[in-house]
């Protein structure tokens, strides 16, 4: 079991990691295919997250803390593709990058609200 402060460490470390990688020149060498593999990416690093965000806020007591944790990814990706196309020279809004963000988040609520009870037992 993971205290709350590990807990949280670990949520912002990976946002940290997310934020950056989102925003980051890529070399051409490590660009992957952005027709499937790119959305597949997004779809598990916001799945990922909604997971991390949500034991984050029940760490911390929050009742509503799966709402709040699908709403922050939701809007958090949004900003990430508003900067991409802002911020970046090689890389751009993309409303299909939203679409498997919110997918991401979506197949997490799912999983949370199927594995509600084995979840918070760990938590």
């Known amino acids: 079991m993971l205290s709350k402060s590990k807990v949280l460490a670990l949520t912002l470390i990976y946002t940290l990691a997310l934020t950056v990688l989102s925003l980051i ?4 060498k490590l660009t992957i295919d952005v027709t499937f593999g790119d959305k597949v990416f997004h779809l598990g690093a916001y ?7 949500f034991c984050t806020l029940y760490k911390c007591d929050f009742r509503q ?16 593709e508003v900067l991409q196309g802002e911020l970046t020279v090689d890389r751009e809004f993309d409303v299909f990058d ?6 991401g988040v979506l197949i997490s609520v799912v999983i949370i609200r199927v594995f509600n009870k084995s979840i918070v037992k760990y938590l």
């Open 25 to 28: 020149s890529l070399d051409a």
């Open 47 to 53: 799945a990922a997250l909604v997971i991390l965000l």
């Open 65 to 80: 803390a799966l709402p709040a944790a699908a709403i922050a990814a939701i809007i958090y990706g949004i900003i990430i």
């Open 98 to 103: 939203i679409i498997a963000n919110c997918i």
